[in-house]
C-alpha cells in the first residue's frame, strides 16, 4: 500500500474507503494522522513494546502478543518483497520463504485495537496485521501498513484520493 501510485484505481479506492473508515471510528483524519506521526516519532518502533501497548494523548493501540524486534526486522525485508511481488511469501524456493512463513504463523492470531481516548471521537478500530488471500499469498493489511509503516504523506495521499470518473 506504500506504493500507492503503482496500484490500481479499485485497489486505490478500496485502500481509501478502509482508511477513511478508520479516521472516521478515531475521531477523524487529523486525530488519525497525529497518532500516525506519534508512531513515527516512537524510538525503538512501538511494535516492539514489552507491554504490548502503545499511548498517546488522544488514544492507544493494544495487541495481545509481544513482538520481538527479529520478526519487526524480518517483516520490514518481507515489505520490501511483497511491493514487488504481490504477495508477502516469497517463492517457496527461496531460502527465506521458512522464514517468512514462521513469522506469518507468528503474527496472525494477532489482534490490535486502536481505541480513541474521549469516547465521543468514536468507538475505534479493530485489526490483523495480514490478509491471507489463499494458501500461497498473503498481504499485509493495508490499515497495518498504514498505521505502522507507511509515510504520514502516503497516508494522507491515500485519504484525500477522489476517484475517476468512469466516463
Given at each position: ?7 490500481s ?10 482508511l ?11 486525530f488519525f ?8 516519532e516512537?524510538?525503538?518502533h512501538?511494535l ?8 498517546m494523548?488522544?488514544?492507544?493501540i493494544s495487541?495481545?502478543?509481544v ?9 520490514f525485508?518481507a515489505?520490501i ?8 511469501l ?13 513469522l ?7 489482534t ?10 468514536g468507538?475505534?478500530f479493530?485489526?490483523q496485521?495480514f ?17 505502522f ?11 484525500n ?7
Open positions: 500500500m506504500c506504493d500507492f501510485a503503482t496500484l484505481d479499485a485497489e486505490k479506492l478500496l485502500h481509501h474507503t478502509t477513511l473508515k478508520c479516521t472516521e471510528s478515531f475521531g477523524g483524519k487529523n494522522l497525529q497518532l500516525l506521526e506519534a508512531i513515527r516512537t524510538k525503538p512501538p516492539i513494546a514489552a507491554n504490548h501497548h502503545f499511548r494523548e488522544l488514544g492507544s495487541w495481545n502478543k513482538i520481538f524486534n527479529d520478526k519487526l526486522q524480518l517483516l525485508k515489505r518483497h511483497e511491493s514487488r511481488q504481490n504477495n508477502l516469497p517463492p517457496k524456493e527461496d531460502k527465506q520463504y521458512k522464514k517468512v512463513l514462521n506469518i504463523r507468528t503474527l496472525s492470531p494477532i490490535f485495537h486502536v481505541t480513541p481516548t474521549d469516547a465521543e471521537n468507538e475505534g479493530t485489526f496485521p490478509d491471507r488471500i489463499n494458501e500461497e499469498t498473503t498481504k499485509l493489511n493495508p490499515v497495518f501498513d498504514a498505521l509503516f507507511c509515510s504520514v504523506d502516503t497516508v494522507k495521499k491515500v485519504l484520493y477522489t476517484p475517476k470518473d468512469p466516463a
